[in-house]
């Protein structure tokens, strides 16, 4: 059995789905929102006999209760509930506000691309499946690449709707297998939660 960890860069493909399938129409923040675990399940072919899933890991930033106190309570909502998932673990860092206007994620790159070769010497995976167009990416590819043979990386990557190519994170010289994913996928993997209402207790 192949054991398959996929790695999600979750705003890179939060808004990668926006570019996609909405263009001008993904003004409403829930466009573009994807369910790690049913995301990680088709990345990871568990239609496919010899392929088994063995853990989905999100990448995002987490915005300032101080400087976006509604964006971090949706967040804080968004992340709870992936971790409630079986096989889900949610890796986050604070957003970083040193241009107010210009609030930036830092670091969560590199917290992929550490996990991904780490998680790879430490062989906790046969194959490790990155979805991001985040070409800081590259290196951590080609390192795994190196060590366990290009079979062990693969990639994924939105279909847009309107015809234009897809963003591919592929590595040069390598032949890894690319996941292309359309709108119909999109779909089947869509979070329609809007985390910026707080639930109801009942």
């Not at 001008?24 to 466009?31: K, T």
């Not at 106190?69 to 889900?88: C, S």
């Not at 970083?96 to 991904?116: G, M, S, W």
């Amino acid at each position: 059995m192949t054991r398959v960890a996929v790695f999600i860069d979750y705003q890179n493909v939060y808004r990668g789905a926006q570019r996609a399938f909405f263009g001008s129409d993904s003004s409403h923040h829930i466009a573009g929102q994807v369910n790690p675990l049913k995301l990680g399940l088709v990345l990871a072919g568990t239609e496919e006999p010899d392929r088994e899933l063995v853990e989905v890991r999100t990448y995002r930033g987490l915005p300032s209760s101080k400087h976006d106190p509604i964006g971090y309570a949706a967040a804080y909502r968004q992340i709870t509930l992936w971790e409630n998932e079986a096989l889900v673990v949610a890796r986050h860092r604070p957003i970083n506000y040193r241009d107010p206007r210009n609030p930036r994620e830092k670091v969560i790159d590199v917290l992929l691309a550490v996990d991904f070769v780490m998680m790879a010497i430490r062989e906790e995976f046969d194959v490790g499946v990155i979805f991001s167009a985040d070409t800081d990416l590259l290196p951590a590819l080609e390192a795994v690449a190196e060590a366990k043979g290009p079979q062990a990386c693969e990639v994924a990557a939105w279909i847009p709707s309107d015809g234009t190519s897809p963003i591919v994170l592929r590595p040069p010289g390598l032949r890894v297998r690319v996941h292309g994913l359309n709108e119909q996928r999109y779909l089947q993997v869509h979070d329609p939660n809007d985390y910026s209402r707080r639930r109801r207790r009942r």
